[in-house]
């Protein structure tokens, strides 16, 4: 075979030796093509031929080629070779998921995301094979639009005893993460003749996205230490004998405001669920983290107060993960089969096996469990975090209450968010202001800190990274 | 502990020796709650010591509890026992998935379901366990939207190779099902100005509705031996010169007309190409079973003949099982950003556990052994249905090509379909009429019968009673 490495001309400054020859290769190929020194269409030399030139295993070579087919990067046709991919696919950030273009950071403090190193494979696998080991098979046809029967009981039931909510099974819908239950709110909102939502001033811009997709106006609600400020909600107010609502619906974070971090006082989710009452409008509360409460108890679903006028919304993408793309509705009577039409309309169905598992995983202790878990090691690292901030960045203060898998961090210094995150970026490490959320009104600069992103072993250079950031000293 | 069985003063009827002890008690027990003998709030003997009335050991009485609250009989809270649930979740039918309301039939020869006792149960874990073994922890993240490039890296290799697509990563996008991509398609062509779809005028009634949802208008197109007649997509004629289309888009089932079982024929294949070159119009090519063909190698997706104007889909639904929700589309490049944007909108993203799985299963060479498998199971299938009608009841008529997971049998005796169905219905088997999928013309009356659907050891019996139920003889 004539066509060896040495053919192509192509530098690849391998470090050869030790347990990084794979990775070496892999970031030199990686590399090599994303320059365009190795050009779409280019024929790489065989396993064998490319292993022999460098002196190392075939496998190595192989498992190389591999992780790079898997990245799109190369294409593999069996008996015929590798290639350098025609059309790669340029890495994306999903929606609603804070991702930037900048591929992988080295260490990443934006928030929304859970440590992803810490969900529970082996447990989850566990419990699908002990869910598919019971299953009937008729479970595996065309899926109940509302979620499986079986989930939708085990959700009724952790909810009301973790959460608080006034449930019963026929009450859930499953949906497709919080963005998908979102959507379908928006769709029937929208044709029962709904024109507008009220949201936080500062939240996630994903979700103002969505209701605007779905034909909403939006007004915005400020937000101050006790949560957001309903007084926007009623046009006329009460001195007028009626109110005349300004919104339809209105969509909070109760039980811990995103990215503030604040609780919704309880005075405050009275008056919204008196207006609630009095103007039928809708309440939905984004109840994204509420397991997640470090000082005392958490505080109940305010759907509680309500039943028939707030839809509780949860997920399992901070509690597990998100590629899951599991969440879950609790919906006042009337609406629960405009939601699920709406549902079918577009489709949008989840598969039955993850359903099935999380279901078992729910009832037999294990998604406790992994919040227990959870709940403890993010407890102790925002301890860290204000611990460190307090030490090392005096100016820096964190606001909020101990909850959540993020915190806010008031930037006092002379520096704006974006002087912050560009000098973070420098130093590997992403951060994100307070900015990327805010949609009116004014805010302190400051940053939203994930602390909950970093896998363990990563998180103390994180934090040290971020304190040498805030202090403008090299990290 | 003063509560035990016998203070329910229900009588059993127990079986209560040998392998059939847990079943005979989760029957006995479902049978008590659907009776009303155990009322919505009646509280069940603790375990142990139902287990010390019946002499039996206290894991099975467990099982049974567990089973029957896994089906959303009973409900159990740690620690306070277990109850008659309040609000038992009636079963309900999913759309599109032919299921009426009457609970599970002993035999069922309805259309739409492959046997879902095949889906292969282990290799898929074997499969899962493989891939969550070597995925990296971002890969449980917010997933791409189009799909992880795991899986459409996959993808495009095996349609490629298996159905002859003419396809790149970039241009596939994983959905949950066609039910989604034909949404996804109907949102994408609303907002592009299109108002008009032709469908097959037999075909699923369920894709109808979903473009309608969509604000499409339908057109029919007859379905003859040859497949769909495209006369009725040009509203002008070759004869004017020019055409003006009476449609925008078609959605056609080329590989094996739904549910009439005929192949769209070559000149026409050309013929509604050319259409939408010439008009700019789309085709949607709803290949669902395109995989199982039985006299000879199946016929290559029309897409190959004008990859900028047929949109490829795909699923899982049939070659795997319709509970995965997995499917994809393979689009002309201008349509990749507008369905994922729409995709986006909706927020009906796939989970990624199966979607990595998928991508495994493809890769390692199972999901080609599933399919082959499949492929010599139904074959004998038909081969049977065929040889059966052909002895016992000469007046019905089976056309359509060897292919598929569905055979059309045509009623030439008095009987109208509802006759027979009314009287198949009687005897416990479920058949579905050609009525049921009609949107307009006249067709010969015929049953639908989804021979793949029964599980292997049922199918005898099914079709024994269909002959029986056709010759007017008592099964």
Redesign the interface.
């Given at each position: 075979m004539p066509e060896t490495w040495a053919n192509q001309e192509i530098d690849l400054h391998l470090e050869l030796a030790g347990p990084r020859v794979r990775a070496g290769l892999e970031t030199a190929l990686r590399d090599a093509v994303q320059a365009g020194r190795l050009r779409p269409g280019a024929r790489l030399p065989a396993t064998r031929a490319l292993a022999a030139d460098l002196g190392i295993a075939r496998n190595t070579v192989a498992d190389a080629y591999g992780q790079l087919?898997?990245?799109?990067w190369l294409?593999a046709?069996t008996g015929s070779g590798t290639w350098v991919?025609?059309?790669?696919?340029p890495a994306?950030?999903?929606?609603?998921?804070h991702?930037p273009d900048i591929t992988?950071p080295r260490y990443d403090l934006r928030p929304?995301?859970p440590d992803?190193?810490a969900?529970p494979?082996r447990a989850w696998?566990a419990a699908?094979?002990k869910a598919?080991?019971?299953a009937r098979?008729?479970?595996?046809?065309?899926?109940?639009?509302?979620g499986l029967?079986?989930l939708?009981?085990a959700l009724a039931?952790y909810l009301a005893?973790a959460r608080g909510v006034t449930v019963?099974?026929?009450r859930v819908v499953v949906?497709?993460?919080?963005?998908?239950?979102?959507?379908?709110l928006g769709q029937v909102l929208r044709a029962r003749g709904a024109t507008t939502i009220a949201t936080e001033s500062c939240g996630h811009p994903g979700h103002r996205?969505?209701a605007e997709?779905?034909g909403l106006g939006l007004i915005s609600l400020p937000v101050d230490a006790g949560g957001a400020v309903p007084d926007g909600l009623s046009a006329g107010g009460l001195s007028t004998g009626g109110r005349s609502a300004a919104a339809d619906a209105v969509l909070l974070t109760p039980a811990h405001q995103f990215p503030l971090g604040v609780t919704l006082r309880p005075q405050r989710r009275r008056a919204i669920v008196e207006w609630a009452v009095d103007t039928g409008g809708l309440v939905i509360e984004d109840d994204y983290d509420g397991e997640f409460r470090y000082d005392r108890q958490p505080v109940g679903a305010m759907q509680a107060l309500a039943p028939e006028h707030v839809v509780y919304a949860g997920t399992a993408?901070k509690s597990l993960?998100?590629?899951?793309?599991?969440g879950w509705l609790v919906l006042p009577a009337p609406l629960v089969d405009e939601v699920v039409a709406a549902k079918?309309?577009?489709?949008?169905?989840?598969?039955?096996?993850?359903q099935l598992t999380l279901?078992e995983f729910i009832?037999s202790?294990g998604y406790d469990r992994q919040i227990r878990h959870a709940r403890l090691a993010y407890r102790r690292r925002r301890d860290r975090l204000v611990a460190a901030l307090r030490l090392q960045v005096p100016h820096a203060r964190v606001t909020g209450i101990a909850a959540g898998l993020h915190a806010l961090v008031e930037l006092a210094g002379p520096d704006s968010e974006d002087d912050v995150t560009a000098r973070a970026a420098r130093h590997g490490l992403a951060v994100e202001g307070l900015g990327h959320y805010r949609a009116a009104g004014q805010y302190a600069p400051a940053l939203v800190i994930g602390y909950a992103r970093p896998?363990e072993h990563g998180f103390t250079t994180a934090l040290a990274r971020l304190c040498a950031v805030l202090t403008g000293a090299p990290p």
């Open positions: 087919v898997a990245e799109g294409t046709r991919t025609q059309h790669p696919v994306r950030g999903a929606p609603g998921s991702q992988h929304g995301v992803l190193s969900f494979r696998l699908e094979r598919l080991s019971v098979d008729h479970v595996l046809g065309y899926p109940d639009p509302r029967p079986q939708r009981l039931d005893r019963s099974p026929s949906c497709a993460g919080f963005a998908q239950g979102l959507a379908l996205l969505i997709a779905h993408s993960m998100p590629g899951l793309r599991l079918e309309a577009t489709g949008g169905l989840t598969g039955s096996l993850d279901a009832s202790g896998p």
